[in-house]
Nanobody, 123 residues
Framework: QVQLVESGGGLVQAGGSLRLSCAASGRTFSSYAMAWFRQAPGKERDFVAA????????RYADSVLGRFTISRENTGNTVYLQMNSLKFEDTAVYYC????????????????WGQGTQVTVSS
């Protein structure tokens, strides 16, 4: 089992920044690719960003490319999502996820989910 706990969400004005953290415990953190998904009210959960086990490969949704950066610290069992130039449409609950690989990181292939953290961007 892997337990994932997100933190860092909150209320921010459009154009501002937030950094989300996801602390992992349980099985070896470095054995998993990690990702962030988000779900806005009334919408499906969508992929945001993913990072490989070593941190050498990343992938982003087009909607956040150039604004968000995913990173990880395997020694600290933590994955981060730095969010800059936030927009109203980034408002959502953000979920941390662990899976097999960056390329296969889809909702159906996630092995473990966190409980989510709310990000609200005011316009």
């Amino acid at each position: 089992q892997v337990q994932l706990v997100e933190s860092g969400g909150g209320l921010v004005q459009a154009g501002g920044s937030l950094r989300l953290s996801c602390a992992a415990s349980g099985r070896t953190f470095s054995s998993y690719a990690m990702a962030w998904f988000r779900q806005a009210p009334g919408k499906e959960r969508d992929f945001v960003a993913a990072i490989s086990r070593s941190g050498g490969t990343t992938r982003y949704a087009d909607s956040v490319l150039g604004r968000f950066t995913i990173s990880r610290e395997n020694t600290g069992n933590t994955v981060y999502l730095q969010m800059n130039s936030l927009k109203f449409e980034d408002t959502a609950v953000y979920y941390c996820a662990a899976g097999a690989s960056v390329g296969a990181m889809t909702i159906g292939n996630v092995d473990y989910w966190g409980q989510g953290t709310q990000v609200t961007v005011s316009s």
